[in-house]
């Protein structure tokens, strides 16, 4: 059974930081495109992030260039989402979601079939 968890998520102040982790089973993580997306309250789901490490492409939307990172644990079969400087407009339901066959740009614009998707973890930014 394909399946992504993820965590990490809470309140954090303005300017600080902040990891999420997305746990993949029942498949290798590293060979599949990873993205990273988040819903804000009222808003639809965007891609923040994509990467694919078999061919170092990666995709960073400008709202996050600087700020937020991207790693893999490949023993651990981990992805993590890096957040630093963090401001009120990054509050929001972050999810990772994967795709064996997709590019970076494609999943990053939240297509429809992608093979798997986390369930959310909430990450509130407020002081």
């Known amino acids: 059974q394909v399946q992504l968890v993820e965590s990490g998520g809470g309140l954090v102040q303005p300017g600080g930081s902040l990891r999420l982790s997305c746990v993949a089973s029942?498949?290798?993580?590293?060979?599949?495109?990873i993205g990273w997306f988040r819903q804000a309250p009222g808003k639809e789901r965007e891609g923040i992030l994509c990467?694919?490490?078999?061919?170092?492409?990666?995709y960073y939307a400008d709202s996050v260039k600087g700020r937020f990172t991207i790693s893999r644990d490949i023993v651990k079969n981990t992805v993590y989402l890096h957040m630093s400087s963090l401001k009120p407009e990054d509050t929001a339901v972050y999810y990772c979601?994967?795709?064996?066959?997709?590019?970076?740009?494609?999943?990053?614009?939240?297509?429809?079939?992608?093979?798997?998707w986390g369930q959310g973890t909430l990450v509130t930014v407020s002081s």
């Open positions: 990467e694919r490490s078999s061919d170092t492409t990666s």
């Open positions: 029942g498949f290798t993580l590293d060979l599949y495109a």
């Open positions: 979601a994967a795709d064996e066959l997709f590019t970076v740009q494609a999943l990053c614009i939240n297509p429809p079939g992608v093979d798997a």
